[in-house]
């Protein structure tokens, strides 16, 4: 389910602290872009989920986080690189400014390897 206006604006207030947030699609949801390729976040199925990796997932865990999931065939997949803010986070911006200075990190790597794939791709493209 797509994002409405009103979790979009909800999400760009709790982050206004950030430098200016962009938005794009994302399976169905809403990405939330800081530095132009940065995604630290994401609207989905009515949940903000932030990016996490092995360094971020215990304290999101112990806030009461979880990672986001979604059924298929084969049964459930999580993906613990998104877990859910903290719901004490929701109404708090600085609270949630907290948990997006430490998605930050992992949002950044996760970017740089997509550059550095998209820049492998576009060289071997030039070299065939």
Not at 23 to 44: P, S
Not at 47 to 75: C, H, L, N, V
Request: net charge neutral; aromatic share 8%; charged share 25%.
């Amino acid at each position: 389910m797509a994002a409405t206006p009103d979790e979009i604006e909800h999400a760009r207030d709790l982050f206004a602290a950030l430098s200016p947030i962009t938005t794009g699609r994302m399976f169905g949801g809403t990405a939330l872009y800081v530095d132009g390729d940065v995604m630290f976040a994401c609207l989905l199925g009515g949940t903000i989920w932030m990016k996490s990796d092995t360094s971020t997932e215990a304290a999101f865990t112990e806030a009461g986080a979880r990672p986001f999931s979604y059924q298929k065939s084969g049964g459930t997949t999580v993906v613990p690189s998104l877990m859910s803010l903290p719901d004490s986070a929701l109404d708090d911006p600085e609270e949630a400014m907290h948990w997006a200075r430490l998605s930050y990190p992992p949002a950044l790597k996760a970017a740089e390897d997509k550059r550095r794939q998209k820049a492998r791709k576009a060289a071997k493209k030039a070299a065939s």
